[in-house]
Every structure is written in structure tokens, then in C-alpha cells.
């Protein structure tokens, strides 16, 4: 699979400003991921790094796969969106746990029912698919 890195830009900036309230927030484009610059940054934690990466790898993924369904998906149906973007936290937080990660089910469900794109999901239901990820793979 190719894809390319770029740090955040003119483009991750504007989506970032405007439709986006988290500062861990990265970009997929097709296949350019944007990511933010402590991403780049030898501090900090590589897992934690990676596993963004992975979740924007998915996305590169589903792009590849679907082509123009994923774009009209992503930007027309709530819940094509979903299901994009929760195969995107699925594999984020397995790469975690199989990196020996301990993860708090309630800080994720909180995380995922507060990302913008995501407005539709509630915290129980994030809770409870978080759960069933982590007893079918973790």
C-alpha cells in the first residue's frame, strides 16, 4: 500500500479551524495522510504516535478499496462516515492493546462520542463497541 506523510498544512490548518475540536487531529486525503506537527517530534510516545498512524492508514485503506463510494460516503452519509471512522478507531486501539497498552474504555468512549465527524454516536454506544472490539481481538 502507498501513502505519502505530510505535516499539517495549509489544508489540515483550515479542516482543523473550522470542523475539528481535537489537537491530536490528523488528516487522510486519499493517500496523503496530514499530521499534526508532534507528530514529528522526537518527544514523545511512539506508540501513541503509531497508533494515529494506523487509524490513518485504515482510512488510506478504505480509499483504495472503495474509491468514489468512500469519498461520497465520507462526505454525504452519516452512517457510511461511521463506519469508516470507527474501523479507523477499531484498528487505533487494538495496535494499543497489543502493544501492551492498558486503555480506559470510558476515556475512549468519551474520545470517539466527542469527535466532531462522529457528533452521532453517544458515549454508550462507544462504550459498548469499544467492549466488543476489545473481547473479539484485544
Request: avoid cysteine; hydrophobic fraction near 35%; charged fraction near 35%.
Given at each position: 500500500m502507498h501513502y505519502r506523510l505530510?505535516?499539517?498544512g495549509i489544508i489540515w490548518w483550515f479542516i482543523h479551524r473550522f470542523f475539528m475540536k481535537s489537537p491530536v487531529f490528523a488528516l487522510t486525503l486519499?493517500?496523503?495522510i496530514f499530521l499534526p506537527s508532534w507528530f514529528f517530534e522526537e518527544e514523545g510516545?511512539?506508540?501513541e504516535k503509531q497508533a494515529l498512524l494506523r487509524h490513518e492508514i485504515e482510512h488510506v485503506r478504505q480509499w483504495q478499496r472503495d474509491r468514489l463510494s468512500f469519498i461520497v460516503g465520507y462526505l454525504f452519509s452519516a452512517e457510511k462516515r461511521r463506519i469508516y471512522e470507527l474501523e479507523g478507531f477499531r484498528v487505533q486501539i487494538l495496535f494499543l492493546l497489543t502493544n501492551g497498552r492498558?486503555?480506559?474504555v470510558d476515556e475512549w468512549a468519551y474520545s470517539i462520542s466527542d469527535y466532531s465527524i462522529?457528533?452521532?454516536i453517544s458515549v454508550d454506544e462507544a462504550r459498548s463497541i469499544i467492549s466488543q472490539w476489545i473481547e473479539a481481538d484485544g
Open positions: 505530510h505535516r499539517e486519499f493517500s496523503h510516545d511512539e506508540i492498558k486503555i480506559s462522529l457528533s452521532f
